[in-house]
């Protein structure tokens, strides 16, 4: 057994806060049962096999884009407006992030300055998705081969060193848009969790993930049923064992 896609998780200096956002937009369920922490919350997805949203603490201050960003899909130009509209009626916001004016997708921030993109209906790489569609990622085509091996999800897209991947039970597509890959400038906001089910052997997911690529992320990042590591464009990730 190998790891699955647990969860995708912000860090915020105010988790409730922007989880009430991120509720409120995707009409995802909100839970505050999610972790042993107060201060975290989740929100859960329509379909219980897919990944949870998590919003942990964090005091870092945004420096530049994110490296990821979510792409929200439109079933028609009114369900774009609506959406752009609920999100800034939720406290979100329009940005510049060099997009031209005839592009068709709108670029907004959440509360929290996180960029994301409502996308123009008819688009057809995220027919097959969902309200949201890809997490855009800005990264080579090594970790798109890397988090293909690593969740055994396959390669729907390889081309000019950009990738994608998709869940063989569809869904959302991960998204790398390969070179040039801005330089990391601090700690992500967004983050990759793995599970791992509580029967498989620990230490031979561990293995695997190092042998693919992975690294530790440092000295006492580890505890048992739980480890930080980093994806070889040196973003943060994390396993756990199911509970």
């Known amino acids: 057994m190998t790891s699955q896609l647990f969860a995708i998780c912000f860090t915020s200096p105010s988790p409730s806060d922007l989880a009430r956002f991120?509720?409120?937009?995707?009409?995802?369920?909100l839970t505050d049962a999610d972790a042993a922490h107060d201060e975290c919350a989740a929100i859960l997805p329509p379909d219980p096999a897919g990944f949870r949203i998590r919003f942990l603490p964090g005091q870092a201050p945004k420096a530049g884009q994110n490296r990821a960003h979510?792409?929200?899909?439109?079933?028609?130009?009114e369900a774009q407006q609506q959406t752009v509209a609920r999100?800034?009626?939720?406290?979100?916001k329009h940005i510049d992030v060099g997009q031209l004016p005839e592009e068709g997708h709108v670029v907004l921030a959440d509360p929290d300055g996180n960029e994301f993109c409502v996308i123009e209906a008819g688009n057809r790489f995220?027919?097959?998705t969902g309200f949201i569609g890809a997490l855009a990622c800005d990264g080579t085509q090594e970790v798109g081969y890397f988090w293909s091996a690593a969740l055994r999800w396959p390669l729907v897209w390889d081309q000019d060193q950009e990738t994608a991947i998709q869940?063989?039970?569809?869904?959302?597509k991960l998204t790398w848009g390969g070179p040039p890959v801005a330089p990391k400038t601090g700690p992500n906001r967004l983050s990759f969790e793995l599970a791992l089910p509580a029967d498989?052997?620990?230490a031979a997911e561990l293995d695997r993930l190092?042998?693919?690529?992975?690294?530790r992320s440092g000295p006492g990042a580890n505890s048992p049923g739980r480890a930080l590591l980093l994806d070889p464009d040196g973003n943060e990730f994390s396993v756990h064992r199911h509970r």
């Open 22 to 29: 991120w509720s409120g937009l995707l009409g995802w369920e």
């Open 70 to 77: 979510f792409d929200l899909t439109s079933a028609s130009p």
């Open 87 to 92: 999100a800034l009626d939720l406290g979100g």
């Open 126 to 128: 995220l027919a097959d």
């Open 167 to 172: 869940s063989p039970n569809g869904g959302t």
């Open 200 to 202: 498989a052997d620990w």
């Open 210 to 215: 190092l042998s693919l690529g992975a690294t």
